[in-house]
Antibody
Framework: EVQLVESGGGLVQPGGSLRLSCAASGFTVSSNYMSWVRQAPGKGLEWVSAIYTTGSTYYADSVKGRFTISRDNSKNALYLQMNSLRPEDTAVYYC????????????WGQGTLVTVSS | EIVMTQSPATLSVSPGERATLSCRASQSVSSNLAWYQQKPGQAPRLLIYGASTRATGIPARFSGSGSGTEFTLTISSLQSEDFAVYYCQQYNNWPPGAFGQGTKLEIK
């Protein structure tokens, strides 16, 4: 059974940093395209970042230069390092496995809430 | 930038009836469209990809159609567990792709 479990969310001040983790089971992270998708409170879904099997990384313009996606093959885990956080980054962050290499999201974690506020 | 527009914003339907949700792309996305269901407090769940292919475990009452710029998600006979928010997503130019703003399907 595929499982994705996020952790690391919490309250952080503007300008601060946070590192999200996503522990995967039932499949191998490094053999799949993986992504982070976020949802601001009461709002819709927004793609944030992706990492390909090759290790290539991609970011939404809204987070480029501030967020870094990575993975640890030995731990079968995905990460999102978030720096220079802004109030508009407040959201539930979901880890997702991408379907094939297409860009749709076949499996989702339960999400972790990040709140950026003073 | 491809913009996805879903209509209506809210749809009120009685259990047992058919629901039809629409999604329009600002330019052609071919058949590179997915649909997701999200219930309160839960993560989204993939329903449809490739515009019309049901994901594993999705009941046959869910069907998707369309190509190019016009897409439809049809739920043939609404069950109580189907009342939720539905999002479309184009992945023709993923990353980044784009999500629609969602349609809330509520009980009439």
């Amino acid at each position: 059974e595929v499982q994705l479990v996020e952790s690391g969310g919490g309250l952080v001040q503007p300008g601060g940093s946070l590192r999200l983790s996503c522990a995967a089971s039932g499949f191998t992270v490094s053999s799949n395209y993986m992504s982070w998708v976020r949802q601001a409170p009461g709002k819709g879904l927004e793609w944030v970042s992706a990492i390909y099997t090759t290790g290539s990384t991609y970011y939404a313009d809204s987070v480029k230069g501030r967020f870094t996606i990575s993975r640890d093959n030995s731990k079968n885990a995905l990460y999102l390092q978030m720096n220079s956080l802004r109030p508009e980054d407040t959201a539930v962050y979901y880890c997702a496995r991408v379907g094939y290499t297409s860009g749709w999201f076949r499996d989702w974690g339960q999400g972790t809430l990040v709140t950026v506020s003073s | 930038e491809i913009v996805m527009t879903q209509s209506p914003a809210t749809l009120s339907v009685s259990p047992g009836e058919r629901a039809t949700l629409s999604c329009r792309a600002s330019q052609s996305v071919s058949s590179n469209l997915a649909w997701y269901q999200q219930k309160p407090g839960q993560a989204p769940r993939l329903l449809i990809y490739g515009a019309s292919t049901r994901a594993t475990g999705i009941p046959a009452r869910f069907s998707g159609s369309g190509s190019g710029t016009e897409f439809t998600l049809t739920i043939s006979s609404l069950q109580s567990e189907d009342f939720a928010v539905y999002y479309c997503q184009q992945y023709n130019n993923w990353p980044p792709g784009a999500f629609g703003q969602g349609t809330k399907l509520e009980i009439k």
